[in-house]
């Protein structure tokens, strides 16, 4: 399976003509910010699940705290901290009415949690301290403060939850964490448990990691800028961290909860992650609408079946 992310409206008809006949793209995957506004008008809404219908995909719609993309350099007075955060902005409110009138025809909610624009966890625990500190304790620096994260998330969502409705999309390095910490009684892993039981999908949009065997690997297959390399990896000498072919979180994503990850850009589509990621025990793929995958995509189903 492969949910396509819609980047630009002015993309929305080409990307569903692109999808439409594909049976390998069962999802159509709405960002909040492509609208160039606070909250997404009711209308398109509205378009984008008769479109959806009409082509024969799922729907997923992200619905972000923020009224505005933060960018990963801005400083922490334009963040929102959700444990200090009382009620929606007046505009935010009203995009999750919007989204409400229609919840049924929408398959998942995205909550945008960890991005670095964001207001997740990703600004507590990561941001102003080291990837190395953060691997070497699991526990009090990224498990226990991310199930918080979730919590308080939820007070807001809860009718998206309830509905079975609500996706977080989040950081790779706390599942990895709990995944190695917990192998063998992952019916003691807390995360996996809270996601598990409150029936809550997961994107993780750097999920590749688990197919390289070492950075040289990694840097050779994941096309992007180079600070968003995984630290899973790019820290892999500095703490007590798995070994390829990672069996241990293999076996988490395969224990039952649905776990998405992102297809790796132009070369992780050449390379065939979109069936790799599934055999390593992710649900599915998340591959961006832009040209480049798109040539990608058109570059290894021209090539003869062997």
């Known amino acids: 399976m492969i949910s396509m992310v819609l980047n630009s409206w002015d993309d929305f008809e080409p990307c569903c003509q692109f999808i439409k006949n594909k049976i390998e793209f069962t999802h159509l995957f709405i960002r909040c910010f492509i609208f160039k506004q606070e909250s ?5 809404i509205d378009t984008a699940i008769e479109a959806s219908k009409k082509i024969g995909k799922k729907l997923w719609i992200e619905t972000p705290f923020l009224s505005k993309s933060v960018s990963i350099h801005s400083v922490d007075r334009d963040r929102i901290n959700i444990f200090e955060l009382k009620q929606l902005s007046s505009e ?11 919840i049924d025809d929408i398959d998942r909610i ?9 207001s997740g966890g990703y600004n507590r625990w990561a941001r102003h301290q080291s990837y190395k500190n953060i691997l070497n304790h699991p526990i009090k620096r990224s498990i226990e403060p991310t199930l918080k994260e979730f919590e308080e998330m939820l007070k807001f969502v809860k009718d998206f939850q309830e509905a079975g409705k609500l996706a977080f999309s989040a950081i790779d390095v706390p599942f990895e964490r709990e995944a190695h910490y917990y192998q063998g009684r992952l019916n003691e892993a807390p995360l996996l448990n809270w996601l598990k039981k409150h029936n809550v999908i997961n994107l993780i949009n750097r999920g590749t990691w688990v197919l390289d065997k070492d950075m040289e690997e990694h840097n050779k297959n994941y096309n992007v800028t180079l600070h968003a390399r995984s630290p899973i990896l790019v820290y892999a000498d500095q703490y007590d961290s798995g070994t390829y072919p990672y069996k241990y979180y293999q076996d988490y994503l395969k224990a039952g909860v649905e776990f998405w990850s992102g297809i790796g850009y132009n070369t992780g589509i050449l390379r065939g992650n979109h069936k790799n990621l599934v055999e390593a025990g992710y649900a599915g793929s998340i591959m961006h609408f ?14 003869p079946k062997s």
């Open 40 to 44: 997404l008008p009711f209308e398109l």
């Open 92 to 102: 935010r409110q009203q995009y999750f009415d919007n989204i409400r009138k229609r």
């Open 110 to 118: 995205v909550v945008s949690w960890s991005f670095c624009y964001e």
């Open 290 to 303: 832009e040209e480049i995958n798109v040539t990608a995509w058109n570059t290894i189903n021209s090539q």
